[in-house]
Every structure is written in C-alpha cells, then in structure tokens.
C-alpha cells in the first residue's frame, strides 16, 4: 500500500483558508453567509483525509500505525494552541465575567480541556442560535468531535491490518470504512427526528462520516491505479466537486432540514471530489489559486484561526447577532489574526520544530499532557467552588426565558450599584415552571433544549446564594406543551388548571429557602415582532402568534398572577407592561397587536420586538427593571 500524502499539498491548506473563512463570516453575522457553518464540514472532510493518509504510511512502512508516535504528534500539534485559549478563558472568567456566568464557563473549560465539549454543549445550548448566554467555548465542540476521531481512529486501522493479511488490507479497509460511513449517514436523519438539531448535529455518530468520507479517498488514492485514472479527469473532477458545492451551499443556512437529510452529505461528497482532484491531478487555475501563498499561509494557521474567532466574536458582543456590525466584526477579526499569528510563530512552530521537538518523547507528551489537564481542571474547579465569595449581603436569582437572559449583564451592573448580586437560573425558550415544551414543526418532545433541567439549575442556585429575592420573568407560561404524554394549548380548557397547579407546585420550590418570589406579569411585544410574523402569516411561531393575535392568553396569565399574589404572602408581582410600552394597558380582553416601544431618540427598545435592544438601552432598562422588583418585594 502506498502513501497517498507523502507529499505537502498546498491547494489543501488554501481549502482549510476557505473553509475558517465561511465558519468565522457565519460566527460573525456577515450578510449572506447564514450557510458558513458547513466550513465545519469542510474541517472534518479534510482532518479525515490528511490523518488516515498519514496513518496508511505509517502502516505500509510498519505494517501498522505506531500509535505512541500518532498521539504524540497530535497533542504537539494540537495541545498548546489550545491551552492558550484555555487560559485566557480562565483569566477572563476569574476576573472579568460576571459572576453569574462563571460556574457555566468553568464547566466549559473542563469539559473542553478532556475533548468531550460537543457532548456537553448540546445538552448545554444551541449551536445556532444565541440567548445571550453564548459560552466563550461552544465552537470547541468540532474540535471534540475531531480528537474523539482522532483516538478511535487509529486504533481501528490496526485491529484491521492485524486482522487482515496484508494483501487484502487494502479492501478490508474500504469494507470497514463504507459500512462505518453508511451508519453514520443514517444516524444523522434520525438523530434530527427523534432527538434534537444540536444532538444530531454535533453528535459524534453522526458526523462521523464526514471524516470517514476523507478517510475512503485517502485509502482509494492509496492505489496508484486509482490516483492515476483520477489524475486523468482533475479537471472534470475540479468542476463537478466546486459545482455541488456551491449548488448545496445556499439551501444549508439555519440549519434547514435539507441539511440532515442529504445536505451535509452532497456538501461532503462535493468536499470530496474536489480534493481527490487537487491531491491527484495539480495544475488547474483553481489548484493553483488555493496553492498561492497568502491562501496557503492563512490554512497553516487555521487552526488557531478557528480556535480564537469565537471568543473574540463574544467579548465584541457580536457572536451570532441578528444584524451585522461592521466596525465591531472589524475589530474581532483583527484580534483573531493578531492573536492567531501570536499563536503559531510564538508558541505552536517553536513546540513542534524547534530545539524542545526532540525532549518530547511519547512519555513526556503523556507527563506533559496530564500536568496541563491537571492544571486546567484544578482551575476550573477551584473557579467553580468559590462563586458564592463575592462583597453583596443580598442575593436575587433570575429565573426565566432569554428575555432576562440577553440582559443579565446589564442587570448584574445595575444591582452591584445597589450593593446586590444576581444570578442567573434562565435559559432560553423556558418557562421557570421547568416542563417540556413543543417546538413549532419539529420532532415530537424537542423542545429548545430541555426545559426539565432548569428545577436543578434554580434548586442548586438557591442552595448556593439563600437569596433574598427570586424573580420570575418569562412569557413560555402560555407556550403549548407536553403533560401527561400528550400535548396541551392555551386553547384548551384543562391547559389552565394545568398551569395553575403547577405553578403553585413551582413556587413552593423556589421559596422553600425563604426568598420572596417576585413574579413579573409579561410585557406585550413590540412593533418589530412584526418583521418577524406579518399579520395574516400562518406560519409563525406559536408565541408570537399568541403575543400578537392572542393578548387575552397573556392577560389571563398575569389574572392569574394577581390572584396567587393575593393569596399567597411569599409571592410579590409587578407588571412589565407598563416599564416597556408608551400607550397604556388596554381593559378590553383583546390588546392590540403590539404596543409602541419607541425611544426618544428613534430607536427601538426592542429591534425584534421581543428582546431589550442592549447596546443602546440594555443598562437603562435594567435599572427599571430592577427597581420595580426591589420596590415589589419590598411592598
């Protein structure tokens, strides 16, 4: 068996160029580019190929890999670009996040730091939407993915040619290379109906075949018969593999269902054929476009690329935000060349070629390798045991949607003042009741994320702070949902008395420490939910259907309020309304559509016409907000 890759290709590293290019455009909100997370794709195609290449060399040399020498290789590759990330994730969160943030991102680094990232953040939140809690972290889960590969991997390529004799090698691989392909192809689909879009999209299982599919042409091209007969039509090959990518592309952005069920599979298999025709027939216009040296420095240094956009497109305030910022998206791309060139000439190229190469013998990695987790974790947990240490004698805990979410900032700035700390106990797209709720057209019992994990979110808070005061500000209460096996609406008559005792169930629960719970009573939306859901639209979201065309189930939400508020002594409520909208609360059952949330200046205060406008009134609204609960828990 030959080596396919016992020479440099450079059209691969400008291809790695392309490919960090859409996945930092899409991270950065750039117009038109809503598709730019398949780059990932792209990533793992190329990580698939490039790495059983080396291991088909190793092993026709060796007769099977030396895996010591792989790993060894990897973690030199891999590990130190990614420690410097580690720790200034470390760094920022001891001494610049909130505090009510700190225990989550702690939990991402050490999670993270043991490469199984993209197992944590499915369950912890979504990919491809931000509530305002994006951890500094979530784009690790592709790397997560990658190493989980990288450790099976060769593993498997030397159970087969111990198991195989060497003359069939070559096809016992292929045979275990398509069947483990074709499994994960099925996973995807069903993954995405029986599960969720962030288990089935980055699920290890079912993204396997991606690399896998790398995998199989780096074994075909491993035959000089098959390189040679793909050397005859490159340029055929060049057009086909460009013309499905770009004709699977634009259909991705969402991610739309097209992309379980085949997208991500034609995009690969057009990966695919493209590199099969850049590693064996060099000298096209495009080869030589992808191979020009700016585009080839700019893959060398992919990685580190990819590893510190994100938490540049964060700390700018810009990671996934409906509206591009130019000047901001500006500032974080500079910063991610700066600290990504940093990266590789000061730390990566040193480790790997320079004088300390020969000190790293396969042990020492391991030694060195165990001291840096050890040292990662131990600072994460000791980050994770002293949350509670901060100067507040009070504490509130916000418990709620992505409404309060998106300005917890805010609202953690506007308590410190007052010489109050806040936590936060919401997550978007859930009620504080903590029940499964239904998604819009998606597979039965997907909700946006598991709400039912929230109770252990607000008890271990609780337990943690003895707050003085909960608050409660969500608008899911009246959001269709699962009870009993079956789906309930606010249509229906038992939905009600449903909600009623279970929201009386929740509220023993959240003031069992003796917090006073302060229950806002929902705002109405504003006029740019609109944008969102035009009138007569029969398509919107359940929510904003109600929010606009169903005032009275929100107004009989906020009866209800009142009337355990008056019953109740550890229940307090306010109404929102009155902090967001100009016109006054209609007395008729059915409001208007949407309430005017015009500012003095022009603007909005809520572009959406759901959540608070941050940048430009974020601290303003807080200090409303925060007010009105002080002032109702104090009543």
């Not at 398949?38 to 291991?55: N, P, Q, R």
């Not at 001891?94 to 993270?112: E, H």
């Not at 992919?302 to 935000?321: D, E, F, K, R």
């Not at 100067?391 to 998106?406: C, E, F, N, Q, R």
Request: a neutral charge; glycine letters at 8%.
């Amino acid at each position: 068996m030959n080596s396919p890759a016992s020479t440099y290709v450079p059209s691969l590293d400008g291809l790695r160029t392309i490919a960090v290019g859409l996945v930092i455009a899409f991270h950065l909100s750039v117009p038109g580019l809503a598709p730019g997370f398949a780059g990932v794709d792209v990533f793992f195609v190329l990580s698939g190929y490039l790495i059983t290449a080396g291991l088909l060399a190793d092993t026709a040399k060796h007769g099977r890999p030396r895996f010591a020498r792989f790993w060894q290789r990897r973690f030199l590759r891999l590990l130190p670009a990614a420690t410097l990330v580690l720790i200034a994730v470390l760094t920022y969160a001891t001494f610049l996040m909130p505090v009510y943030r700190r225990a989550a991102a702690a939990g991402d680094v050490g999670w993270t730091a043991v490469y199984l990232a993209n197992w944590h953040f499915m369950e912890a939140n979504s990919y491809f939407s931000s509530d305002g809690s994006a951890s500094l972290l979530l784009h690790m889960w592709s790397l997560a993915v990658e190493e989980q590969f990288y450790f099976v991997w060769p593993i498997a390529i030397g159970l087969i040619a111990w198991l195989a004799r060497k003359a069939r090698l070559r096809t016992a691989l292929i045979a275990v290379t398509a069947v483990l392909t074709l499994a994960s192809i099925a996973r995807l689909p069903q993954l995405y109906l029986t599960a969720s879009v962030d288990r089935a999209y980055m699920g290890t299982d079912s993204k396997a075949f991606e690399p896998l599919l790398g995998a199989l042409l780096a074994i075909l091209v491993s035959d000089d018969r098959v390189r040679d007969a793909l050397a005859r039509h490159h340029k055929a090959l060049t057009a086909v593999g460009i013309a499905a990518v770009a004709a699977v592309l634009p259909f991705l952005g969402g991610p739309s269902p097209f992309y379980f069920f085949g997208g991500a599979l034609l995009l690969s298999l057009g990966v695919v054929v493209l590199m099969a025709a850049l590693v064996c027939g060099p000298g096209t216009l495009v080869e030589r476009a992808l191979a020009w040296g700016p585009m080839a420095y700019l893959g060398r240094i992919s990685y580190g690329l990819y590893l510190w956009h994100w938490p540049w497109a964060v700390w700018m305030g810009i990671a996934h935000v409906e509206h591009f910022q130019p000047a901001r998206a500006a500032v974080a791309l500079a910063g991610t060349v700066v600290t990504s060139v940093a990266s590789y000439h000061l730390v990566e190229q040193p480790i790997r070629r320079g004088r300390l190469t020969a000190w790293f013998t396969p042990r020492r990695v391991a030694a060195a390798v165990a001291v840096v987790m050890a040292v990662i974790l131990g600072w994460s947990a000791t980050l994770q045991a002293t949350l509670g240490v901060v100067p507040a004698k009070h504490w509130i805990v916000v418990t709620g949607d992505s409404v309060p979410l998106k300005l917890m900032s805010s609202l953690d700035a506007a308590a410190t003042e007052r010489g109050w700390a806040v936590d936060s106990a919401a997550r978007g797209g859930c009620t504080p009741l903590a029940v499964e709720l239904q998604e819009y057209k998606k597979p039965p019992h997907e909700g946006p994320g598991d709400c039912r994990v929230l109770a252990q979110l607000q008890d271990s808070l609780i337990d943690r702070h003895h707050p003085d005061i909960v608050f409660w500000w969500s608008r899911y209460e009246t959001h269709q949902r699962w009870y009993e096996g079956r789906l309930i609406r606010p249509e229906d008559p038992e939905f009600w008395d449903v909600l009623e005792a279970e929201t009386r169930t929740t509220i023993d629960r959240l003031t069992r420490d003796g917090a006073t719970l302060v229950i806002a009573q929902p705002e109405r939306p504003g006029p740019g939910l609109l944008k969102k859901c035009p009138v007569g639209d029969t398509d919107c979201f359940p929510l904003d259907d109600y929010a606009l065309n169903h005032d009275e189930y929100r107004m009989r939400w906020n009866e209800m309020v009142r009337r355990i508020a008056a019953q109740d002594p550890r229940v307090r409520t306010f109404q929102m309304d009155p902090l967001f909208c100009d016109d006054p609360e209609p007395s008729r059952p059915q409001s208007p559509s949407a309430c005017d949330d015009a500012q003095p200046d022009g603007g909005s205060l809520r572009d959406d016409g759901i959540h608070v406008t941050i940048d430009a009134y974020g601290r303003q609204t807080a200090d409303k907000v925060l007010a009105a609960v002080l002032d109702a828990a104090a009543s």
